[in-house]
């Protein structure tokens, strides 16, 4: 079975610009989670989508956005790019929240340079 | 607020060692904690987890971990290291409701032949 697919796996930007990253997750998984990974550091959650509907947001501006569509992939788009927001963006998938014992299955990530 | 504390940025042991990777939480209710391992320019791949139950939890590549709630402390160990153990090593802790996992800085793990 297919792992949690992400693409594009680089993406070259300028500050300003606006970015789309897509996640397929595992076939069976309705949640997706989107983390931002900045060098050197461990990943910091961004948002939860669960039956295609927010569930869980973290400490990021409103540049950040998301999405999850009616298969269960999801967009995560990012406006108004900073330096800041280079970094490797992880996507996870899972059966659902609040089912611990069903682990998340992270993608390889998209990695993001803002020059 | 939970939270996820790595102890050491960086850990070096010889190939044939014991490895410990120091964890430690902050949950005001029973965490459901998790061990994490990257490999360079890849996702994460889980080792273990807690959830409840047994307190040592066994994972694969032969590591381990103990959940001692008196310590609030979740330390990974490995009873001898192999070369391809090197790797960056995350412990994490769900928020309860699920919604959200939080991450520790990472632990970077060199193991010298």
């Given at each position: ?115 | ?82 070369m391809s153990d090197a ?7 769900i928020v309860t409701g ?10 970077r793990l060199f193991v010298?032949?």
């Amino acid at each position: 079975d297919a792992g949690v697919t992400q693409s594009p796996t680089h993406l070259i930007k300028t500050r300003g610009q606006q970015v789309t990253l897509r996640c397929s997750p595992i076939s069976g998984h309705k949640s997706v989670s989107w983390y931002q990974q900045v060098l050197g550091q461990g990943p910091q959650f961004i948002f939860q989508y669960y039956e295609k509907e927010e569930r869980g947001r973290g400490n990021f501006p409103d540049r950040f956005s998301a999405r999850q569509f009616p298969n269960y992939s999801s967009e995560l788009n990012v406006n108004a790019l900073l330096l800041g927001d280079s970094a490797l963006y992880l996507c996870a998938s899972s059966l659902g929240p609040g089912q611990p014992n069903q682990p998340q299955h992270f993608g390889d990530g998209t990695r993001l340079s803002i020059l | 607020a939970q939270s996820v504390t790595q102890l050491g940025s960086h850990v070096s042991v010889s190939e044939g060692a014991l490895v410990l990777l120091r964890c430690n939480y902050s949950s005001s209710v029973p965490p459901y904690l998790f061990w994490y391992v990257q490999y360079p320019n890849q996702g994460l791949q889980l080792l273990l987890k807690y959830t409840t139950g047994a307190t040592l939890v066994k994972g694969i590549n032969g590591f381990e971990a103990e959940f001692k709630k008196s310590e609030t402390s979740f330390h990974l160990t490995k009873p001898s290291a192999h070369m391809s153990d090197a790797a960056e090593y995350f412990c994490a802790v769900i928020v309860t409701g699920g919604f959200k996992t939080i991450f520790g800085a990472g632990t970077r793990l060199f193991v010298k032949a």
